[in-house]
C-alpha cells in the first residue's frame, strides 16, 4: 500500500470512529450522587439488597460531539400514545405509637403514627384522593373516572397494630383502605389482627385482599424446590387467602400482593389462573393502564420517610419503555447482565437517569434508536489499571429509568429482574428467614 492511500484510510477511519461516536449520548454519573430515598431498595430477607459497587471507575465511550449533535437527530420511535393520567399505591406494613421507646432498633417497617397522620393530611391538604379496590377496578377494567390524584392505600401482612395504631388515624380522615393479609399468619394469632379486628375494618370498608398462604417469597422457593413440589405449592399459595377470607369474613378477594414483591412468568400466570385480577409488586413508581395489571407498582412507605420524599410520591408519572432486558421479572444466570430498554415518550435526553437498586450505573443512549444501555462487567484490566468489579449479587434487583419530559414532568419506570443461586439444593438457614417477617 502506498503512503497515500495508507493515508486516506487513516483519515476514513478516524471520521467514521467520530461519525459513530457522535451518534451516542454518554452518561457518567458524578459520585456522591444523591439517589431520592423513593428509589430505595426493599430488600428480601437475604441477600437481594444490591450490592453493586459505584460506577465511579467505569470507562464509557464518549464524544464532544455527541451533545451537539443528538437534539437535531430524529427519532424513529413515535412517543406513547396510552392512557396518561397515573395514580399512586403506597405500600404500609406496621405502625408504632411511640417510635422513640425503640431507640436504634425501630424496624424500618414500623412507621410512626404521628407520621402516617402527617401523610393523610398531606393528602387532604393537596387534593389527593384516596380510592377503594373498586374504584380502581371500575377505572381500570371499565373505564370509569377515578378522581384527581388518586392514590390506593394498602397494609400488608395483617399486623396488630393495623388496627390499634393505623385504623383510628384512617376513620379520623374517613378514607378507605386495602389490607393485604396472608392467612397462616392470622391462622395462627400472633402478633397479628384478630378476626374481630378484621370484621372491624370490612365494615368500615376497607378491602380484604391476599398476600398468600405464608408469605414465601415464591422465587427463591421456585429456585429450590423441585419443579413437581413448586407446581404443588405455587397454587395453593395463591389459592388459599381466597377460600380462607371468603369463609371468614364471606367477601372474594380479586387483588394479590406479591410477598417481597417478587414475581416472575410462573407466579404470574398462576396469579391469573387463580383468577386475580390486579396483583402489586414493590416497584416504586406511578401507574397507568400501560403498566400490566398483574405487575402494578408500589411506593413503600418505610420509616424514616422525609416530608419532601412522600410529597414527590405524587410528581411523576409513567415513563413508557420498551424492549426492556432484562425482562420485566426475569430469572437470568449471568451476574453481569446488559441492562437495555427503548424509551418511548419524548424525553430530554440529559435528564435521564439509570439506577440498578439505589446505585446510579453510566449509560449509552442513542438517540435515534432511543436505546439506553448499561453493560455491568467483571473487573478487568483497562490500559494501566483494573476497572472495578460490577458484578451483581443473587437475589432480586431492581431497575428504575428516570427522566423529564419536555412539558418539564418528572417520569420514571421501575422494573425488576433476578439473579438465581447457583447450587441451592441444600436446605440453608436462608430459608428459615424467608419463611416469617420477622425482620418486620
Ligand atoms: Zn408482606
Same mark, same amino acid.
Request: glycine share 6%; aromatic share 12%.
Given at each position: ?122 393528602? &387532604? ?13 371500575? $377505572? ?8 384527581? &390524584? ?24 374517613? $378514607? ?27 365494615? $368500615? ?210 422494573? $425488576? ?11 440453608? &438457614? ?11
Amino acid at each position: 500500500m502506498g503512503l497515500k492511500a495508507g493515508l486516506r484510510l487513516w483519515l476514513l477511519l478516524v471520521l467514521l470512529l467520530v461519525a459513530s461516536a457522535a451518534a451516542y449520548i454518554t452518561f457518567k454519573p458524578e459520585l456522591p450522587f444523591s439517589v431520592p430515598a423513593a428509589l430505595m431498595v426493599v430488600s428480601e430477607p437475604a441477600s437481594v439488597t444490591p450490592t453493586m459497587s459505584p460506577v465511579s471507575g467505569v470507562v464509557v465511550e464518549s464524544s464532544p460531539l455527541a451533545s451537539t449533535n443528538a437534539e437535531t437527530l430524529v427519532s424513529t420511535v413515535g412517543p406513547a400514545s396510552e392512557d396518561d393520567s397515573p395514580f399512586v399505591v403506597l405500600c404500609y406494613h406496621r405502625f408504632v405509637v411511640h417510635p422513640e421507646n425503640f431507640k436504634e432498633k425501630l424496624s424500618e417497617y414500623r412507621f410512626p403514627q404521628a407520621e402516617f397522620r402527617w401523610q393523610m393530611q398531606y393528602l &387532604k391538604d393537596h387534593g389527593i384522593t384516596p380510592i377503594s379496590m373498586t374504584q380502581l377496578k371500575d $377505572y381500570w377494567f371499565g373505564g370509569k373516572p377515578l378522581p384527581a &390524584k388518586p392514590v390506593l392505600l394498602t397494609f400488608d401482612d395483617g399486623f396488630r397494630s393495623l388496627y390499634d395504631v393505623m385504623f383510628p388515624v384512617l376513620k379520623e380522615f374517613k $378514607y378507605p383502605g386495602v389490607l393485604f393479609i396472608y392467612t397462616d399468619f392470622i391462622r395462627d394469632q400472633g402478633d397479628s389482627l384478630t378476626l374481630d379486628d378484621i370484621k372491624a375494618m370490612q365494615n $368500615y370498608g376497607m378491602d380484604l385482599e391476599s398476600h398468600t398462604k405464608s408469605h414465601l417469597n415464591l422465587g427463591y422457593v421456585e429456585e429450590k424446590k423441585s419443579a413437581k413440589d413448586y407446581a404443588r405449592l405455587l397454587p395453593l399459595e395463591l389459592s388459599d387467602p381466597v377460600t380462607y377470607i371468603q369463609k371468614e369474613f364471606g367477601v372474594t378477594p380479586t387483588t394479590l400482593a406479591y410477598p417481597y414483591g417478587v414475581y416472575n412468568d410462573d407466579i404470574v400466570n398462576e396469579t391469573q389462573r387463580e383468577n386475580y385480577q390486579l396483583a402489586f409488586t414493590v416497584n416504586p413508581g406511578p401507574n397507568d393502564r400501560t403498566v400490566p395489571a398483574l405487575k402494578l407498582k408500589r411506593d413503600l412507605i418505610l420509616n424514616p420517610m422525609s416530608h419532601e420524599t412522600f410529597a414527590a410520591l405524587f410528581e411523576p408519572r409513567v415513563l413508557h419503555l420498551d424492549h426492556i432486558q432484562p425482562g420485566d421479572g426475569e430469572f437470568i444466570e449471568s451476574h453481569t447482565p446488559t441492562i437495555s430498554m427503548v424509551i418511548k415518550d419524548d424525553v430530554d435526553y440529559k435528564s435521564i437517569r439509570l439506577f440498578v437498586g439505589t446505585a446510579p450505573c453510566s449509560y449509552r443512549y442513542d438517540p435515534k434508536t432511543r436505546e439506553l444501555k448499561h453493560q455491568f462487567h467483571k473487573a478487568m484490566k483497562s490500559g494501566d489499571h483494573y476497572l472495578k468489579d460490577q458484578s451483581l449479587k443473587s437475589g432480586g434487583h431492581f431497575v428504575t429509568v428516570e427522566a423529564k419530559d419536555f412539558n418539564g414532568v418528572k417520569r420514571n419506570c421501575t422494573w $425488576y429482574f433476578r439473579i438465581k443461586h447457583s447450587g441451592l439444593n441444600v436446605a440453608t &438457614k436462608k430459608e428459615d428467614r424467608m419463611k416469617g417477617v420477622d425482620d418486620k
